[in-house]
Structures are given as C-alpha cells and as structure tokens.
C-alpha cells in the first residue's frame, strides 16, 4: 500500500495555481499592449466596413446613405481587370446625365427609366476604362495641349468660361474641374486612340488584306459590281457600291486626287483614307458648265474602328460588377 503525502500534494496545487496566475497576468498584460489595441482596431474598423458595405449594396445606388457613405469610403461600383471604378465616380456620371436629361428633354417626355440609365452609365464607365487601360498597353500617353485645344474651343463657342460655368452647373451639376476630368481628358484620349487605331497596321491587317485581294481580282478581269457585293457582303452588307452621278466640285478631298483623271471604265489603285481602304471605278464622264459630273462606283472597306477594338478587349476582359 503506497502512502500518499498530504504535503507533496498541497505543493502541486500551489505550484499550478502560482502558473494559473501567470497565465492570467500575462494575458491581461497583452490586452493593455498597443500591439492587441491596434489588432482590436483594425477588428472593430473591418466589421464596422463590413456591415456599411451590406447596407450600401443593399440599397438603391441613389439613397442618401449610401451617397454619404461614398463620398468617404471607396466602395467599387465596377472593376475592369482589377482597375476600380467607385461608386461616387458612378453617382457623379449617374447626376449628371439626369440633370441632362432634366434640362434639355422637351417637354412631356418620358425619363429613361431608372435600370436603363444605371445601365447606360455602367457601361459608359467600362468603355472610359478599357479605354484608358488600351492606351497604357499602347503606350499612348495624353496630349495635355490637345486638351487644353479642345476645352478652349469649347469655352470660345459658349461665350466664355464664366457662362459655361454656369450651364455646367446647371445643366450637369459639375464644375469646370469635374467637366475637364471626367469629359475633355475622356474625349481626347478617345481621340487620340482613334487615331491610333486607324493608323496601326497590325490592327488594319485584315482590311488592308482584304482590299489588296479585291484590287488583284479587278486587275484579273473580274467585274467591279461582282467584286463590289462580295466585299461588301463580308465586311458591311449596308454599303453601296454605285454612288450615282457625283459633282467632282463636292467630290471629299481625300477622294479627288484618286478620281479626277482616271479615265472611264478604269478602277483607281487601292486608296487609303481616314475612313478605310477603297477602290474607285469611273463609270461615265460628263460636263455640265464649269463643272464635271462623275458616275462612281467603289468597293470600301471600313477600317478597325476603336468601338470595335474595345469590344473585342472587354470580351476578355475581367470585368467584375458590384451594383
């Protein structure tokens, strides 16, 4: 029978409590530490965010709250491969176009309806965004004198700033810097992108592949009208390949150079304009007065436009909505 010491015992007892109380000092030292401050912060701030962002998301974009709660938290209306779009960049384009709307609708006629216009303007914003985003990937830059050109004409037709000004505010409910920001930066680098687009040959291929195949049929004895409705059939069913007789005063100029002396029933060499690639045909010649009449036939092909170039990148793209 093993004896049992009532001493060795009470020294254990005492041994764990002593550690008990350490344990307790020790942890109730670690909530008095900045470190479990800062901890408890960022908790109380994260579930503080978390339960505003169930309240702004669950409610109409256009609620008070949740118009106050944007104008200090950068809640993400729309993400286009990881770019953010808040949502006061959202409510900020969705005033204005209402205020437009308002403004300038005549009398008796119908708003677009709320989906409609918050849809509208989603998409709008998605357009500016991989617009920027092409531009980046293409290394084209803004042309600040190119906007400060385009603000200035528009300041010049409105009778001054002070005056555009105040139609800003009234008609958008922008200010002169939001206006510059959000629509002349906009417009211009979609500008310069057009002409990007327009001018670089890896985008063009296709179509300038394309003419170039039409222009070796018509030299292989192919009929211009046969050409003509393949092509167009391809590429834009909605073109016309017989424009009629046409004054060769109010002939474009980008058109003159090519058909002013070729003779009739003859084809042009391959033009490329602004617009697209084209081939033109002189029908029939005549004179009226002092001016000349061309019968024109032609086969156009539309460039790659920035339209097509941005639908083709959103197709692609990771676009995450929130609204």
Do not use: C
């Not at 119908?110 to 914003?125: D, K």
């Not at 002092?290 to 083709?312: A, F, G, N, R």
Request: hydrophobic share 45%; proline share 4%.
């Amino acid at each position: 029978m093993t004896d049992i010491n009532p001493v060795d015992g009470n020294e254990e007892v005492e041994v764990k409590a002593e550690e008990v109380t350490e344990v307790a000092k020790s942890t109730s030292s670690f909530f008095k530490t900045r470190t479990f401050k800062v901890i408890a912060a960022i908790v109380v701030v994260a579930a503080l965010l978390g339960l505003t962002a169930k309240e702004v998301y669950s409610r109409p974009v256009t609620d008070t709250f949740v118009r106050v709660v944007t104008k200090v938290f950068p809640f993400p209306a729309v993400s286009v491969n990881g770019n953010m779009i808040t949502m006061a960049e959202y409510l900020l384009e969705y005033d204005a176009l209402l205020n437009s709307f308002a403004t300038s609708a005549p009398e008796g006629s119908v708003l677009p309806s709320g989906p409609e216009l918050e849809e509208a303007i989603m998409q709008t914003l998605i357009n500016k965004m991989a617009i920027r985003q092409l531009a980046s990937d293409s290394g084209v830059d803004i042309d600040q004198d190119r906007v400060d050109t385009y603000y200035q004409d528009i300041i010049d037709s409105q009778g001054g700033e002070d005056n555009f000004a105040a139609e800003l505010t009234e008609t958008f409910g922008w200010s002169i810097g939001q206006f510059k920001e959000r629509i002349v930066r906009s417009i211009v680098m979609a500008l310069q992108m057009t002409d990007f687009v327009a001018d670089d040959e890896e985008i063009q291929a296709e179509q300038e592949a394309a003419i170039k195949v039409a222009f070796e049929r018509l030299q292989n004895g192919e009929e211009f009208d046969v050409v003509a409705k393949e092509v167009h059939g391809t590429f834009d069913p909605t073109l016309v390949s017989d424009l009629g007789y046409v004054k060769l005063s109010i002939i474009p100029s980008a058109w003159v150079e090519a058909v002013e002396t070729l003779p009739v029933d003859a084809h042009s060499p391959v033009q490329h304009l602004d617009e697209g690639f084209a081939i033109f045909k002189v029908v029939d010649r005549i004179t009226a007065g002092e001016d000349t009449q061309l019968h024109l036939m032609v086969i156009s092909i539309p460039k790659t436009s920035l339209e097509d170039v941005v639908e083709k990148y959103l197709e692609k793209a990771e676009i995450k909505r929130y609204l």
